[in-house]
C-alpha cells in the first residue's frame, strides 16, 4: 500500500553552485592531505590550490616563511599569513574575515538593485521619482553616473584555508574545538542572501604527516568531514592499514591497495581521492592530478592522462 503526501520534496531554487574547471573537484571542499615530511604535501596543495582559481588564501602555518617560494605561487596576502599557531583566536579572525566578504559581497548586490531601478527611472525621464539620496549615491560632482563596484564585479569570492604543520601547536590541542568546529560548518561560513542565498564558505586543506589522531594524527571530525583525501606513499604498515580501512569501502580493500600503489610508485607522487566527483569524472581516484585511475570489473585499472 502506498501512502500519499509522503513524497521527498527539493528545494525549488538550486544551491549556489562555484565554478570550477572541469577536471578539478567542486567547491566548497574539505580535504585532507597525508604524507611523510619531504614527501610534497605543500607543492601538491598549491598547485591545487592555484588550479582552483580561489579568490582569497588563508594560511596558518609556523613555516610560512620558509615555504615564501612556494607559497608566492598563490598570492597570499600577508594579512591573510598567520604563523603563531598557539594563538587560539586565528580561526575567529579568519571567520570574521570572510563574513566580512559576505557582507561586501550582499552590500554590492543590493546597491545594484538601486542603482538598476535608479537609471531606468532616468531613461523613462521619471526624475519626480529620484530622490536626492540616490542623486548622491549614484551621480558624482561631474554629473556622471557612478556604478557600485566590488573587487570580483559581483562574483562570490572562492575563499580557502591551508592549514600546515600545525599538529602540535595549542590550535590542535586546547583549541582543538574550534578547529572541529570549522570541520563541520565550513561550507556555512559567512550566510549570503543574494544569487540563491547560502553562503561564501571556507574550502579548508589540512596537511598532516598521519591520518588518525594518533601521535602526530587528524581528528575524527576533520577525517569524516573531508569530501577529498591525498594520500602519499608510507611505509608505516598500520598507518596504510588504518587508510585502507576508512576509506576503501566503495571498490574493496584489495582494488584499493592496487590503485593506491599505482598512483605513489613514483617519487613524490600521490593518491588523489574525490569522494564526491562531478558526473564527468570517470573515477574517484587519481594518480597526482592529471591521471584518473577506473577500477575495471575484472580487477584491472585503466589510467586516464588529462593535460
Partial sequence: MR???LKIELPSSLKYKYDTPEMMPNLCTQLLCCGAKGM???IAIVNLVKKLNFDRVFLISPTAKSNHSILSMINIDEEDMYED???LTIIDDIISKVEQEGIEYDEYHEKMKEYNEFNRKIKNNQFNLISDEDLETFMNDHNEIVKPEHYLNGRRPKVAL??????GSF??????R???NLAIRHRHIAPVNSEGGNAIGISTFFLTQTFRCQTGGISKPIRSNCNSLIIFKTKNENEFNDLRDEVAGEIGKELFTKIYEMATDEPHSFLFIDFNPKKEHPSRYRKNLDTFLIANDDGTITQRRYE
Avoid: H, Q, Y
Avoid at 590550535?171 to 582543538?176: H, R
Fill in 178 to 180: 574550534k578547529v572541529n
Fill in 171 to 176: 590550535l590542535m590541542s586546547k583549541g582543538i
Fill in 85 to 87: 599557531t598557539d594563538d
Fill in 3 to 5: 501512502t500519499k503526501n
Fill in 162 to 167: 591551508i592549514l600546515d604543520d600545525i599538529l
Fill in 40 to 42: 610534497g604535501k605543500t
